[in-house]
């Protein structure tokens, strides 16, 4: 009797760990995550110990945790804002063709802003009788390694400040979001984003390590994504929510000052507003047409709405995957797989994608993230959406969307949209509400 009783438990337990790796869902590690309970967008999340402290900079939390450190260091983030002066090497722009109509030169430039697809330049300037940065008239578009014009007072608030680059200032167009320290204190702590942009303040961490600094991964997922949407969202200067342009001309802000990691984003953020219609930033399903849209996309997503994470997919510290650091469809398959409950619903990779398992049109970015937003006006599409929902060939022309956003079309441009159209139907890869 004991013998059965040993075999059947060997047979079961066998049994169970095949199943275990077999057929249980690749996303139940996960559920701890998703199923965290809410905290509510108004509560302060910042550890108490840690609310009256303030910023120190990279260079002191390197000493105690160098392997994050050298990490971060190695990421674009930190190299958002590089001082001229300092390294003459970190401009990526040919000025000898500068244009003639230049307001600038290279001497006068302090810092460079960027420099992965574009960059600009920052030039001290006296405006509103403050000590402040000017932007360059020309910008480096370094995808099509081309000067091109900038007028940065067409783009950020057109009514809110004169019509002249020379009188915008970026301490409030842009800073909080480049400068670490500049959001919450006014202070230019570290050039580019460093440590305590995303874990808040760390003086009181420094002095004694027991006092915590913020952590965003123990928070729920909403609450989590905030570090990363203080910047990564478009947004609107927090007073428009009660007052109107001209009340607050010549301060208006693009970035939710006053904010720092733990707080509650809600309160200094007023997201870009998305209203189902086609608007200078979003097309008509709220896909982004420029840079710097992921949260906007991302919250609205089936993935963002269901508790994944922007850190569920990317390292906070090295920021893989990026286009140049993508590990392919393996990101992905960490919670998919083929005929799970959360998809994809086919028994493989290629009855999913009907194309062959080593082509590119078998690579999951490439038709749920396709390149719809541009990072200039005279930029190539090359900006990849975070909305992840697959986008028919039917809806990209519905929502008035150029043709080379979608992503059958951005791979097939000798096939028409409805040709494509025609394919993913026989294929029985359309939902009927997209039909
Ligand atoms: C004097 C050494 C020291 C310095 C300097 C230091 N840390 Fe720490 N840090 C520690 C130690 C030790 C721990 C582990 C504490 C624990 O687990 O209770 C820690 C833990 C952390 C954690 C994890 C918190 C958690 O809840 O698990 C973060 C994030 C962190 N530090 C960020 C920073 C940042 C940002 C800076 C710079 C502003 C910094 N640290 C500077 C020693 C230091
Ligand atoms: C873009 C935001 C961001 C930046 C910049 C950043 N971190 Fe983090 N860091 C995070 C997040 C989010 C986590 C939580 C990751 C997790 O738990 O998976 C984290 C985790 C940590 C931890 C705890 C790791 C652990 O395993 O418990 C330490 C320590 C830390 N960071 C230190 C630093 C230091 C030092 C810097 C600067 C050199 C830095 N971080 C820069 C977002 C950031
Ligand atoms: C304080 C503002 C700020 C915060 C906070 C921030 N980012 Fe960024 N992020 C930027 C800027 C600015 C760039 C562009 C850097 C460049 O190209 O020089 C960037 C670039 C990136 C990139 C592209 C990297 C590359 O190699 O092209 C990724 C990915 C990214 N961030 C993810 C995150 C994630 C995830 C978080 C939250 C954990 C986060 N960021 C938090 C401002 C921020
Ligand atoms: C709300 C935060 C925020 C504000 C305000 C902001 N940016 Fe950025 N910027 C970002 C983020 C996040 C990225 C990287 C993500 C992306 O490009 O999709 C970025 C990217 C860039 C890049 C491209 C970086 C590269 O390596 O190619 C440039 C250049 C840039 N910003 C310039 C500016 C200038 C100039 C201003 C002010 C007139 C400004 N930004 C205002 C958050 C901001
Ligand atoms: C489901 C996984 C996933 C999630 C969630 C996700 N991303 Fe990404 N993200 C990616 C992948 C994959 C790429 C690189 C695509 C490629 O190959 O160009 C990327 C690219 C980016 C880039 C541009 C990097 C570059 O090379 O220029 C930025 C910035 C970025 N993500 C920020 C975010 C932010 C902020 C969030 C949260 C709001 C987020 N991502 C959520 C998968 C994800
Ligand atoms: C950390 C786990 C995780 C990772 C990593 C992940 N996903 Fe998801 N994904 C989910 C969950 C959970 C859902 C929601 C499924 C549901 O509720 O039906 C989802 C849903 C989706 C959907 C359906 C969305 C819709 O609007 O119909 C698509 C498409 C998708 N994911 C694509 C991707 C792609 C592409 C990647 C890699 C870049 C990826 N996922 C990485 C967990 C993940
Ligand atoms: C050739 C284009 C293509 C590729 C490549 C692709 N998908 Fe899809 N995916 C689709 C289409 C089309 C749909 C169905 C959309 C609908 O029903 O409206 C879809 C739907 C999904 C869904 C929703 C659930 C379902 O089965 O309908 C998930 C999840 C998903 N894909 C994940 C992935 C993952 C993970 C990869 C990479 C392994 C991937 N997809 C690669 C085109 C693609
Ligand atoms: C990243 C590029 C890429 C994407 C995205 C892509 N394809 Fe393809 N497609 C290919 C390649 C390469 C082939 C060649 C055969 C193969 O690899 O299976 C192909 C083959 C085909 C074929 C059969 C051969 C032919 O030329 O008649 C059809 C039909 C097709 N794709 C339709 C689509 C549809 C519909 C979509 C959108 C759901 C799509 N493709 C998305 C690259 C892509």
């Given at each position: 009797m004991k013998k059965i009783f040993l075999y059947t438990g060997g047979i079961l337990l066998f049994f169970g760990i095949y199943l275990l790796y077999t057929k249980v869902e690749k996303i139940v590690p996960f559920y701890t995550q998703l199923t965290k309970p809410h905290i509510g967008t108004e509560v302060n999340l910042q550890p108490a110990e840690q609310k009256d402290a303030h910023f120190v900079g990279a260079k002191t939390c390197k000493k105690c945790h160098s392997e994050k450190f050298d990490a971060w260091s190695h990421s674009r983030h930190p190299k958002m804002i590089q001082d001229i002066k300092k390294d003459p090497k970190v401009v990526v722009a040919d000025f000898s063709k500068l244009p003639a109509d230049a307001d600038f030169n290279l001497s006068e430039a302090v810092y460079t802003v960027g420099g992965k697809f574009k960059q600009r330049y920052m030039i001290p300037a006296k405006i509103n009788g403050h000590d402040d940065f000017r932007l360059g008239n020309y910008q480096w578009n370094v995808q099509t390694g081309k000067w091109q014009h900038f007028k940065p007072w067409k783009y950020w608030y057109k009514d809110a400040y004169p019509h002249d680059n020379h009188q915008l200032p970026t301490s409030r167009a842009c800073d909080g979001c480049h400068f670490t320290g500049y959001m919450k204190e006014e202070k230019r702590v570290d050039n580019g984003i460093s440590c305590e942009a995303c874990h808040g303040p760390g003086s009181n961490h420094v002095k004694e390590p027991e006092n915590e600094v913020y952590l965003a991964s123990l928070a729920d997922p909403v609450r989590q994504n905030e570090v990363c949407l203080q910047c990564h969202m478009r947004n609107r200067d927090m007073r428009l929510k009660d007052h109107n342009m001209s009340a607050i001309y010549g301060d208006a802000r693009d970035y939710p000052f006053g904010y720092s990691a733990g707080d509650t984003l809600s309160k200094y953020k007023l997201p870009a507003p998305f209203v189902g219609k086609e608007t200078k930033e979003f097309y008509a399903n709220g896909m982004g047409k420029k840079n710097r849209t992921q949260g906007n996309e991302y919250v609205h997503s089936m993935m963002g709405k269901h508790g994944i994470t922007c850190i569920n997919c990317h390292n906070p510290h090295t920021l893989a995957p990026t286009a140049e650091h993508n590990s392919g469809n393996k990101l992905c398959m960490k919670c998919h797989s083929f005929g799970s409950l959360i998809g994809p619903h086919q028994s493989s990779l290629e009855a999913h994608t009907h194309h062959k398992a080593n082509s590119k049109g078998s690579l999951c970015v490439e038709c749920h993230m396709p390149k719809v937003g541009r990072h200039t006006?005279?930029?190539?599409?090359?900006?990849?959406?975070?909305?992840?929902?697959?986008?028919?060939?039917?809806?990209?022309?519905?929502?008035?969307?150029?043709?080379?956003?979608?992503?059958?079309?951005?791979?097939?441009?000798?096939?028409?949209?409805?040709?494509?159209?025609?394919?993913?139907?026989?294929?029985?890869?359309?939902?009927?509400?997209?039909?």
């Open positions: 006006g005279k930029s190539p599409l090359t900006v990849r959406s975070h909305a992840f929902g697959f986008v028919t060939p039917k809806e990209t022309l519905k929502y008035n969307m150029p043709k080379e956003t979608n992503a059958c079309y951005a791979c097939h441009k000798d096939k028409s949209m409805q040709s494509l159209q025609n394919s993913l139907e026989k294929w029985g890869m359309v939902s009927w509400d997209k039909r």
